[in-house]
């Protein structure tokens, strides 16, 4: 566990049990997602989250992630990948949503899923079953890379809608929600970043 954060291959999550690994290589092929354990030639041409790189002209990254629902929650929605970089002497963000669960379609415009069917009934928490995945594994190109310029990337996983919190107390003491917050929450897992520097 020591070894990992000072590698800084570790990842957090807003609370469920969600399990996360990620991985970057200019030479990962779609045959890695074929493999039932492909751990050994991630680490052998690739590097986990955490890690920093240098560029390679003429190449593109390619990023492996994995997800598992929390068993005990609801399934996952979608995965995205947070990039930023340095442009001009600016520095910019952009967020891509890189997987939806259900076959849902990613606008190629916004880079956002279709909003997922997945619901909440506020009058117990239970929650949708029957939407979203319960394992992810996908593979993500960065077609926008550019040699000369310093990057970073991370990923995170977002899980169907359950109650908040205070709902859920709200049920438990009998009264209606409060409205300074939301009903319901995302949770969430989120990666250490991979950095991809021009030098």
């Known amino acids: 566990l020591f070894e990992s954060m000072k590698r800084k291959e570790v990842y957090g999550t807003s609370g469920t049990r969600i399990e996360l690994r990620f991985f970057v290589s200019f030479d990962y092929t779609n045959n890695v997602l074929k493999i039932e354990e492909p751990l050994d030639i991630l680490y052998k041409i690739g590097h986990p989250m955490g890690s920093s790189i240098k560029g390679e002209e003429n190449k593109t990254p390619k990023f492996y992630i994995s997800a598992k629902r929390d068993e005990i929650s609801a399934p996952l929605d979608k995965v995205q990948i947070i990039k930023g970089w340095n442009e001009n002497g600016n520095l910019r963000e952009e967020v891509y949503d890189i997987y939806c669960s259900d076959d849902r379609k990613i606008d190629s415009e916004s880079n956002e899923c279709e909003m997922t069917k997945a619901k909440v009934d506020l009058s117990n928490c239970s929650y949708s079953e ?16 550019k040699f000369d310029q310093n990057a970073f990337y991370y990923v995170r996983v977002l899980q169907n809608p359950t109650c ?4 859920y107390d709200s049920l438990r003491l009998g009264i209606e929600p409060l409205e300074t917050y939301e009903p319901t929450v995302s949770e969430r897992a989120w990666s250490s970043p991979i950095w991809i520097n021009k030098n």
């Not at 319960?134 to 926008?144: G, P, Q």
């Open 164 to 167: 908040r919190w205070s709902s």
């Open 130 to 145: 029957n939407y979203g995945d319960d394992n992810i594994v996908t593979l993500w190109e960065d077609n926008n890379y």
